[in-house]
């Protein structure tokens, strides 16, 4: 049995959840597939998968075994690829996540001139706000917009993202406006986060640096949500610049503390390792890198 060969089959299987559908991508009968599986079983003396006639399931074994594989695997690309990467085309899949909002708006021009430029890349796009688990996922690029990163993030940063403080002229026009950061608590806020917890605002000034402790009125996990609510006069929110520029245009919310700039967000290229980068990969990140310098 050629064991890396085994090993490429057996992640497809488990990618795609199908023996038939692998059997239909190598043109080969899905007993092939099957006998494949089986005798590698066999020889690691372990059950890999459960089988149904309806689905497929990982045993523990086989989900540790899958992101072993998925690492010598990468291993072994990056090996033959770093011999001739500086000469040949990049080619190969890669699985990208990417923000949702973020993504779909500012994004997808730049990857939709990367597939063309690009024809031996298979990209496979997973949008979600949600921060995924890279290794477990099988992601080998995430796009990640945030201001806090995780301890043993490993990232490139790509750029920056303004944060807007708006609010709706209903709004503004039944309280008080706002004048200095810290008068933020006595108003209602929508905030970025899955819970009701206490949340810091901070703020950069030329006279200092200003924070402020606020309590929610409105929480959710997906900006363009809190736009909404604030553009119907439920209170102040911070968006994205990108995400707030059309609400702004037709002036359903309106800019609060100009004077005061919130922090930033950073844009980053965020890694399941910092060994054995993909040639194909680094090549998008390069790409994408530019492309938001660009615009």
């Known amino acids: 049995m050629d064991k ?37 079983e066999k020889q690691l003396g372990t059950k890999l998968m459960t089988r149904s006639t309806r689905s497929l399931t990982l045993t523990t074994a086989g989900s540790a075994y899958l992101e072993k594989c998925r690492v ?43 597939v063309e430029a690009h024809s031996h890349i298979e990209l496979v796009m997973d949008f979600s706000d949600r921060r995924s688990k890279l290794i ?25 993202s303004r944060l807007l403080t708006v609010a709706s002229p209903q709004y503004l026009a039944e309280h008080s406006h ?22 810091t605002w901070r703020y950069r000034a030329k006279d200092g640096d200003a924070n402020v402790t606020i309590r929610p009125r409105l929480a959710a996990n997906n ?3 809190l736009l909404q609510a604030a553009a119907q006069g439920l209170g102040i929110t911070r968006p994205p610049d990108f995400m707030a520029q059309p609400y702004l245009d037709n002036g359903s919310v309106v800019p609060v503390l100009p004077k005061f700039e919130p922090e930033p967000l950073g844009i980053y290229a965020v890694l399941p390792s910092n060994r054995y980068i993909p040639h194909r990969v680094s090549v998008l990140i390069d ?7 660009a615009r």
């Open 4 to 40: 890396l060969n085994a090993m490429q089959l057996f992640m497809r299987v488990a990618e795609t959840g199908s023996f038939t559908a692998v059997a239909d991508q190598l043109d080969v009968a899905r007993s092939v597939v099957t006998r494949q599986i089986s005798a590698l």
């Open 72 to 114: 010598i695997l990468n291993m072994v690309d990056a090996a033959e690829s770093s011999l001739l990467e500086e000469k040949t085309e990049p080619r190969g899949r890669i699985r990208l996540g990417l923000p949702l909002s973020f993504g779909l708006q500012r994004l997808m021009p730049a990857l939709l001139e990367f």
């Open 223 to 225: 900006g363009e949500a």
């Open 178 to 199: 706002p004048k200095h950061p810290r008068d933020l608590a006595h108003h209602a806020c929508l905030v970025y986060s899955q819970d009701f917890q206490s949340t």
């Open 287 to 293: 790409f994408l890198a530019h492309a938001l310098r």
């Open 136 to 160: 477990e996922e099988g992601i080998d690029l995430s796009i990640r917009i945030t201001s806090r990163l995780e301890p043993g993030d490993i990232v490139r940063k790509l750029g920056e």
